[in-house]
């Protein structure tokens, strides 16, 4: 629990004892690769801190693709945040891509956070903040770059993710085919 600790200190002031009061809340779940965290069309009621590990985030499309929309990786909350708040069934499909071990937050966890502590409502408002930004800029890059400035700016966000994701699944949040994704790391390889 030091990593979640470490965090959620870095982004509110809370003293120990309301640190342990929140996470005597909290269970943690150890997954294995490709095992599915969070299915579609079910209310989430959980809230996930990633310990170790690497998750995706998939939507299936009407002709039944699937789309990795996000990736999160160690030290990251994660959720389907807006169905999470709204209450009503989730469209994602949350899913282990490595061996992964999850602080989960119940929705009484989040709940209890929001009310007893002092800085409650500053921590939930700091990840969805954090989670807003993420996806807006994810958007903008989708529609104001190039597929090119897409695949060279992935490594920011993701720092070491071409030896951690299969390449389809980087293909598929860059929204380019994963032919058009071995040319641009063709292209690439020959600048060296």
């Known amino acids: 629990m030091d990593k979640i600790r470490n965090v959620i200190s870095q982004m509110i002031p809370i003293s ?10 909290t269970i943690v779940g150890r997954y294995r690769k490709n095992e599915i965290i969070s299915y579609p069309n079910k209310i ?29 990786l160690e030290n990251q909350f994660i959720a389907d945040y807006s169905n999470f708040m709204l209450k009503s069934p989730s469209f994602y499909t949350l899913q282990a891509l490595e061996e992964t071990e999850l602080v989960i937050m119940p929705r009484n966890a989040v709940e209890w956070g929001y009310k007893n502590l002092e800085y409650g409502d500053r921590l939930g408002r700091l990840i969805a903040e954090y989670y807003f930004v993420y996806h807006d800029n994810h958007i903008r890059n989708m529609y104001s770059r190039t597929p090119k400035e897409r695949y060279d700016s992935i490594t920011e966000v993701f720092p070491d993710i071409h030896n951690r994701v299969p390449q389809h699944m980087i293909a598929s949040y860059l929204g380019v085919t994963p032919v058009h994704l071995s040319r641009l790391k063709k292209a690439e390889f020959k600048k060296r």
Request: net charge negative; no cysteine; aromatic share 8%.
């Open 16 to 25: 120990s004892h309301e640190m342990d009061e929140l996470l005597s809340k």
């Open 44 to 72: 989430p009621n959980e809230v996930f801190f990633i310990n170790s590990g690497m998750l995706r985030t998939i939507i299936v499309d009407q002709e039944g693709v699937e789309h990795t929309i996000h990736f999160a």
